[in-house]
């Protein structure tokens, strides 16, 4: 009973002593937690950290009920001075013994982070640096004085998860901080330099992150191992394992979106090598696949990669040069490449070297450019610093397709573009790309359908990629095409090309109604002007002009043949058109042309086409002067001939004219220039020596004569309002005449008459041809004929006229006389308008 009631004591006073312990430990607990360690313990743990060559601060240490002992806001230094803060941790858990602590033992073997924020200044030593913070951190670390292990370590970056394990060794320190060597503070700041370096990259790498959208159910993930020496961080192991899906990068042109991206890469510091065993990315439309090598002695990344995926996507979502958005492929382009990236030289060289030497191929279906729309490409090509090969180039287009091959190698002398080329579409189609105006114009000029056919195969060489330095030569061939919009059925020549200079040689071109042949035709794109050597040509002559020298053919659109003539040709033609402001420039023409045709031809004159037949001339062209030397043609039953000159067939040039006729049928002019259908017989011949400017009738100045030569001037239809009445009072003048000379020679037969014999003039016996002429002279748009002098059957008529051009009016004042009454005679007065001008008629001893 004793017994009982002593266990019952002990057992009470055993369980008030474990309660007031626990009270204690726990009032032990919170004081340590809240108020934490005095800085005597904190600064045995840093010493404790400063022994094995790690310096820190710590802010607060204390005490967790579950963690054990904590440091919190703990700064870790690159060199003992604390003058370049590697990181900050906002709490670690130091994996201590307590009874040791108690002992004031602190040997700290163990780091543990759970959810803490990390913070690394992106430029150590940097007051002012930039910070990378990391949350979520976790890990545990086993740190000894030469080691430091990552048993395992997560947190979050950029929306990645990354998770590291892995070792670093640390090789113990010989010296105490106090006594630290030049050596080790140079070897300090050279650590610090490439820690500066890797963060740079971080940093950069980070930049890029920010602009993805990853999902945030799946985010990215980010596995690496490594194992190292502290010391000295470039003979790191690394091993990489990325993997992401269902992200995105928006651009300024929409978003890239990738479905999947894995890569596998190593670093074995030890042999310097680098190795992207495996990337994968893939998106909509395709993969790429991407295998490198990096031997970092040799500063170049040796890589391997095939892609079906959407480059231009890809591309435009990395650089912003606009110049991405000219090209649309509908399905993505195939490409395969290996080579090598030059690193030394990546941002130290310039267009057109690139830092790399690569060769592959590339396949693409259907896409646009420039608004130019192709069917597919395929090629091979090869770079090599600053020379490029394009080998077995092949593109597509509903008109056709072109082969090429392409080189250029700057470190040649002169040769350092080279190319063959087979072009069997429409070339306009390339017209987008061409950035030289003067051949943009050239290509413009010529038009091709669907019923075209064309072939210009080529070679050649050039200073450069441009143009204008090439020197190609090669074979056209085209069908069923058209020129500044004139048909041709085909054209076909031997073609060289040097400084802006075209030679076609043996050239042939048809059409329907001919054909033309050329030894040589010139083209001096610069001069804009056509040369040619033994042109003969059968084709339509004004078409021909157009379709080379609009502005030549629209200054002789009087003239039209029936059937085009046959043409010779030598010379130079300047087919420049007038600039923007109008003005041209002196032409160059220096060329002999001559043309006969068998068949009609007609020349608008005078408002009225001339029907000329079998014409035929020569045009003469030099000194700035275009010289129409002879013109002969059949006109009208008789022959017509001109001569003409001038310095530029455009409005306000002056020109020299000379036209003549000889024994022109009366009835035809009468028919073509006076609507009349009354008969007329006789022939007109003349004259006329003329000046003037082109554009300005009233211009017109010059002289010369007319004869009509068996032919009555009265048919003429602005005398018909006056034929009747005058015939009328010319015969009733004569029947009165001739009464009174009876009456006189009746009186004188009387016997014993004083009558004295009749003064009137006798008739003259001899026969007067009939016809007229007249002096002809030009001025001020009028035709003044200051002698004109006429006989007919009956009459003889002396006068002057007039007629004006502009006014379309007319002004005659001539006198009219009976052939056998000389004596006899009518005043004639006619003015008003050509075609029905107003007539009056003065008799002798009366008022008009």
């Known amino acids: 009973m004793a017994r009982t009631r002593v266990m019952r004591i002990f057992r009470r006073f055993l369980l008030i002593l474990l309660l007031l312990v626990a009270g204690v430990a726990i009032w032990g607990a919170v004081y340590a937690q809240k108020k934490g360690f ?72 163990t780091l543990d982070v759970q959810d803490a924020q990390l913070t690394l200044p992106l430029t150590p030593g940097r007051r002012d640096s930039e910070l990378l913070k990391v949350n979520d951190f976790s890990a545990r670390l086993v740190v000894t004085e030469s080691q430091i292990e990552v048993v395992r370590a997560q947190a979050e970056l950029a929306g990645f998860i990354v998770s590291m394990k892995g070792s670093l060794y640390r090789p113990p320190r010989q010296v105490t901080p106090a006594e630290e060597t030049e050596e080790e503070l140079e070897a300090q700041r050279e650590q610090l330099l490439e820690i500066r370096r890797r963060f740079d990259r971080v940093q950069r790498v980070l930049d890029e992150l920010n602009t993805f959208s990853f999902a945030k159910d799946n985010p990215p993930r980010l596995e690496i191992e490594f194992a190292g020496d502290l010391a000295d961080l470039s003979h790191l192991k690394t091993t990489v394992l990325l993997s992401a899906s269902d992200f995105r990068r928006e651009t300024e042109r929409g978003f890239y979106a990738v479905k999947k991206l894995t890569a596998q890469a190593e670093y074995d510091g030890d042999k310097q090598l680098g190795l992207l065993k495996d990337l994968l990315l893939r998106d ?18 040796h890589f391997e990669v095939e892609s079906s995926a959407n480059l231009s996507a890809l591309a435009g979502s990395i650089w912003t040069n606009p110049q991405l958005g000219e090209v649309v492929f509908y399905s993505a382009p195939r490409v395969k490449a290996e080579g090598t990236l030059h690193l030394a030289e990546v941002g130290r060289v310039a267009w057109p070297r690139l830092p790399l030497n690569m060769m592959g191929e590339l396949r693409c279906d259907r896409f646009g450019s420039r608004g130019a729309v192709f069917d597919g490409m395929e090629l091979q090509f090869s770079v090599s610093g600053d020379r490029y090969y394009v080998r077995n180039l092949r593109l597509d287009h509903k008109s056709g397709l072109m082969l090429a091959n392409l080189m250029f190698d700057p470190s040649l002398t ?30 413009s000029d010529w038009q091709f359908d669907e019923n075209s056919a064309i072939y210009f195969a080529a070679l050649g060489e050039g200073t450069s990629i441009d143009p204008a330095s090439w020197n190609t030569r090669g074979v056209i061939d085209l069908r069923q095409f058209r020129r500044r919009s004139i048909s041709f059925d085909h054209l076909e020549t031997e073609y060289e090309s040097k400084d802006a200079v075209h030679d076609f040689r043996n050239l042939t071109v048809e059409r329907p109604e001919g054909q033309l042949t050329a030894a040589l035709v010139r083209h001096r794109v610069r001069e804009r002007t056509w040369e040619t050597e033994d042109l003969h040509s059968t084709l339509d002559l004004m078409a021909t002009l157009r379709a080379v020298a609009p502005s030549t053919a629209k200054a002789l659109t009087a003239f039209r043949f029936s059937h085009p003539p046959e043409v010779k040709m ?34 608008q004159f005078l408002g009225r086409p001339l029907p000329l037949m079998a014409p035929k001339g020569t045009v003469r062209a030099g000194d700035g002067k275009l010289r129409l030397e002879t013109f002969e043609a059949g006109l009208f039953g008789g022959t017509a001939s001109a001569t003409f000159e001038t310095d530029r067939l455009e409005s306000d040039r002056t020109y020299l004219a000379t036209i003549s006729g000889q024994d022109l049928a009366y009835g035809d002019l009468l028919r073509l220039y006076g609507n009349s259908e009354r008969p007329a017989e006789g022939t007109w011949s003349g004259q006329l020596d003329f000046s003037g400017r082109f554009g300005d009738p009233k211009s017109m100045a010059g002289d010369g004569s007319v004869t009509l030569k068996d032919g009555n001037l009265l048919a003429m239809p602005v005398f018909s309002p006056v034929v009747d009445g005058l015939m009328a009072s010319l015969a009733a003048l ?18 014993g008459s004083d009558a004295v014999e009749s003064i009137s003039e006798k008739p003259d ?22 002698d004109l002098r006429a006989t007919t059957d009956l009459l003889k008529i002396e006068g002057i006229g007039k007629v004006d ?44």
């Open 38 to 109: 005095t800085r005597t313990w904190r600064e045995l743990v840093e010493g404790e950290f400063a022994k094995r060559g790690y310096y820190v601060d710590i802010g607060k240490l204390t005490l967790g009920p579950f963690q054990g002992l904590v440091a919190e806001d703990v700064r870790f230094f690159q060199d003992p001075q604390r003058r370049r803060e590697l990181a900050f941790v906002d709490n670690v858990i130091l994996d201590l013994d307590l009874s040791d602590v108690l002992n004031r033992d602190l040997t700290v073997n």
């Open 765 to 786: 016996e001899t026969a007067v041809p009939v016809g007229a002429q007249s002096r002809v002279k030009l001025a001020d748009g009028t035709i003044a004929f200051p």
């Open 805 to 848: 051009g502009t006014s379309k009016t007319v002004d005659f004042d001539l006198n009219a006389s009976l052939l056998d009454l000389p004596g006899i005679g009518v005043g004639l007065k006619g003015s008003g308008a050509l075609a029905a001008p107003e007539w009056r008629l003065k008799l002798p001893g009366k008022g008009r």
């Open 284 to 301: 909509d439309v395709g993969d790429i696949r991407l295998r490198a090598e990096w031997p970092v002695a040799e500063k170049a990344i």
């Open 414 to 443: 002169d040769d350092r573009f080279r190319f063959q080329s087979e072009i069997r579409m429409d070339p306009s189609v390339l017209m987008p790309f061409v950035t030289s105006e003067r051949t943009k114009h050239f290509l």
């Open 734 to 751: 004569r029947t009165r005449e001739i009464e009174k000379q009876q009456a006189r020679e009746a009186e004188a037969e009387k016997p």
């Open 570 to 603: 030598s010379g130079l033609v300047d087919s420049r058109e007038p600039s923007g402001d109008g003005e041209m420039p002196p032409p160059r023409h220096d060329f002999e042309l001559s043309f006969e045709s068998d068949h009609p031809a007609t020349f």
